[in-house]
């Protein structure tokens, strides 16, 4: 039998680097593709333009602005999704303090600034302290650097702009994985346990030792989490 592909959305300003030890266990098994969030200023846009270059089903897999953008495939195109699952993520519209203070960061970054703004304000808040947090943190700087600044903007603007999926959630039916860092001081617990209660056939999954980007930091249990959730 046919296994369901897997499709990965990656954080913001960030690139299939992301999802790497995944892709790298999990593609023995499964059709494994990661898609950019670059194409689109709007989080409808992003996820029709996901939709429109997806296989006819597939598997849904999300982290941070990814979640955000697999919550909107799932409101547009629910029929397509046979198993979702939801990383370090939020289901609510940006706060207006965050909308605020997306202005000066989008500021920075068309000034030249991008480099100092993801290493000051944005990446060292993401993970938790530990031996392997200086590598993963070059990777994010590599990461964002590549992406560069338009993406930055467009992805801001995304972000700002992005509609509360409260009630999305509540539809889904599929196998569902809610999965986030014990120590996610973005995306925190609490989020993932309001989201968890609003998808009946969810399972959640509260990683030790890992911050917003779990993929990277605790990997091996990230990939026995996806395994699990993609073998039911």
Known sequence: MTKTPLLLLPGMMCDARLFAPQVAMLSASWAVMVCPLT??????????????????????????????????????????????????????AEH?????????????????????LMRDEMKPH???????RPRILDLCMDMAESLGPEVFVSQSRALQSRRDQRDTLTTVSVPSLIMCGESDALCPVE?????????????????????????????????????????V
Not at 126 to 132: E, T
């Open 39 to 92: 194409n689109g200023d709007s989080i409808d846009k992003i996820a029709t333009h996901v939709l429109q270059h997806a296989p006819p089903s597939f598997a849904l897999c999300g982290l941070s602005m990814g979640g955000i953008v697999a919550m909107e495939m799932m409101r547009q195109a629910p029929q397509r999704v046979e198993k979702l699952a939801l990383l370090d993520t939020n289901p609510l």
């Open 191 to 231: 989020r993932h346990e309001l989201m968890h209660r609003l998808v009946p056939v969810s399972k959640l999954l509260v990683v030790p030792d890992a911050g917003h980007l779990p993929t990277l930091e605790q990997p091996e249990v990230t990939t026995q989490a996806l395994r699990h959730w993609l073998s």
């Open 96 to 116: 207006p303090d965050r909308i605020a203070a997306r202005e000066p960061q989008i500021q920075a970054a068309l000034n030249g600034g991008l480099r100092a």
């Open 126 to 132: 993401y993970l938790v302290d530990g031996p392997n």
